[in-house]
């Protein structure tokens, strides 16, 4: 049994769900600036081994891997500090803010020889997982092209001072989930046209970047996507349409997945249609606490998965090298939206000498 420590416990509570009910961890210690919030968490889970230093992780022997959940720009300095000290690394995505950081991880991670994953959390969702099961057993055929999107009424977010901070962007706070789904599927995307705008709820409010987002992808391949991002407008019964959901298209059948909805619907290559809901067990795996705005089922998942890729030696994805892919495009959209031209990722990456 592997032992982790977590650092940042705002998010950081579904991970201490998630190693607390695992039977491959154990949680050795949490850490979190706010005192008051890691008072709050050892008294929600009866878990008091707690700090406030960063170095109480770093420097303790006992602890193989550091889940981190801070905010995005303290990422790239935190990882490096964890595989300084020895430690293999979860952290949540983005993985970086910054790809001027890339390089120097990448040789670092090499170095120390310890594992980076990046916590793309939907993956690890039921029926991302059995999509993605039915597509590498070949039940709908090869991939044609790939849709998915991400809806929510986020206005409430509107209320929060630092959402309309130039520095907030939904681009980056909500689009990295179905283009991560994108690039799980097509990995060679090599170039991305998008719009943007902001609608008038964004307006009203002050937002200073886009709400509303359509982009379109090529691979090297010539096979293309699309991803679709909408988050001031009130969004339609989750019965009819998910807030987040991916569709193939293939040449002998079509799959599509739900999130937050346990719901899956397949065309096989036999014709036989299908749609599929997990039950209450299942539910409350996922979702362990209030409402659904949290990710430990997902967590856990990932987690054992990470565990059985050191014990085994493999690489569990997403890894760094593609954590670092989905940042770069994630810049290259930004550089559409501001441009309002196409833009080629290997021109991204290589600003950057990667």
Not at 150 to 174: I, M, N, Q, T, V
Not at 263 to 277: D, F, L, M, N, P
């Given at each position: 049994?592997?032992?982790?420590?977590?650092?940042?416990?705002?998010?950081?509570?579904?991970?201490?769900?998630?190693?607390?009910?695992?039977?491959?961890?154990?949680?050795?210690?949490?850490?979190?600036?706010?005192?008051?919030?890691?008072?709050?968490?050892?008294?929600?889970?009866?878990?008091?081994?707690?700090?406030?230093?960063?170095?109480?992780?770093?420097?303790?022997?006992?602890?193989?891997?550091?889940?981190?959940?801070?905010?995005?720009?303290?990422?790239?300095?935190?990882?490096?500090?964890?595989?300084?000290?020895?430690?293999?690394?979860?952290?949540?995505?983005?993985?970086?803010?910054?790809?001027?950081?890339?390089?120097?991880?990448?040789?670092?991670s090499e170095k120390t020889g310890k594992?980076?994953?990046?916590?793309?959390?939907?993956?690890?969702?039921?029926?991302?997982?059995?999509?993605?099961?039915?597509?590498?057993?070949?039940?709908?055929?090869?991939l044609i092209t790939i849709e998915a999107?991400?809806?929510?009424?986020?206005?409430?977010?509107?209320?929060?001072?630092?959402?309309?901070?130039e520095s907030f962007k939904w681009l980056?706070?909500?689009?990295?989930?179905?283009?991560?789904?994108?690039?799980?599927?097509?990995?060679?995307?090599?170039?991305?046209?998008?719009?943007?705008?902001?609608?008038?709820?964004?307006?009203?409010?002050?937002?200073?970047?886009?709400?509303?987002?359509?982009?379109?992808?090529?691979?090297?391949?010539?096979?293309?996507?699309?991803?679709?991002?909408?988050?001031?407008?009130?969004?339609?019964?989750?019965?009819?349409?998910?807030?987040?959901?991916?569709?193939?298209?293939?040449?002998?059948?079509?799959?599509?997945?739900?999130?937050?909805?346990?719901?899956?619907?397949?065309?096989?290559?036999?014709?036989?249609?299908?749609?599929?809901?997990?039950?209450?067990?299942?539910?409350?795996?996922?979702?362990?606490?209030?409402?659904?705005?949290?990710?430990?089922?997902?967590?856990?998942?990932?987690?054992?998965?990470?565990?059985?890729?050191?014990?085994?030696?493999?690489?569990?994805?997403?890894?760094?090298?593609?954590?670092?892919?989905?940042?770069?495009?994630?810049?290259?959209?930004?550089?559409?939206?501001?441009?309002?031209?196409?833009?080629?990722?290997?021109?991204?990456?290589?600003?950057?000498?990667?």
């Amino acid at each position: 049994m592997l032992k982790i420590a977590i650092l940042g416990l705002g998010e950081g509570r579904s991970t201490m769900s998630a190693a607390l009910a695992s039977s491959k961890l154990e949680l050795v210690k949490v850490c979190d600036r706010n005192e008051e919030l890691c008072k709050q968490r050892a008294k929600e889970f009866d878990f008091h081994s707690y700090t406030t230093n960063y170095d109480d992780l770093l420097n303790d022997g006992a602890i193989d891997i550091i889940a981190i959940y801070t905010p995005d720009h303290l990422h790239a300095e935190h990882v490096k500090q964890a595989l300084l000290h020895g430690k293999h690394v979860v952290c949540t995505k983005p993985f970086i803010d910054d790809l001027s950081d890339a390089k120097e991880l990448l040789k670092l991670s090499e170095k120390t020889g310890k594992k980076v994953f990046i916590g793309q959390s939907s993956r690890f969702f039921e029926p991302a997982k059995r999509q993605r099961a039915d597509f590498e057993i070949g039940l709908i055929g090869d991939l044609i092209t790939i849709e998915a999107h991400y809806h929510a009424d986020h206005r409430w977010f509107l209320a929060k001072e630092w959402s309309l901070l130039e520095s907030f962007k939904w681009l980056y706070g909500g689009l990295s989930h179905p283009v991560d789904f994108i690039r799980w599927y097509l990995p060679n995307i090599e170039e991305v046209m998008g719009y943007g705008m902001i609608s008038n709820n964004g307006k009203g409010a002050g937002l200073k970047n886009e709400d509303t987002m359509h982009f379109i992808f090529k691979a090297t391949d010539g096979r293309i996507a699309r991803v679709s991002g909408v988050y001031t407008s009130p969004t339609q019964p989750a019965q009819r349409d998910s807030g987040m959901s991916t569709i193939l298209r293939a040449s002998e059948g079509a799959s599509q997945a739900d999130y937050h909805e346990l719901r899956y619907a397949v065309t096989t290559k036999t014709g036989e249609e299908k749609v599929i809901t997990w039950g209450d067990s299942t539910l409350k795996h996922y979702f362990r606490f209030e409402g659904q705005s949290h990710h430990a089922g997902e967590y856990q998942n990932y987690l054992e998965y990470f565990v059985d890729s050191i014990e085994q030696d493999f690489t569990a994805y997403p890894d760094m090298k593609e954590g670092i892919g989905t940042v770069a495009l994630l810049q290259a959209m930004d550089k559409s939206l501001q441009t309002g031209m196409p833009v080629k990722i290997a021109d991204v990456l290589n600003e950057y000498g990667l």
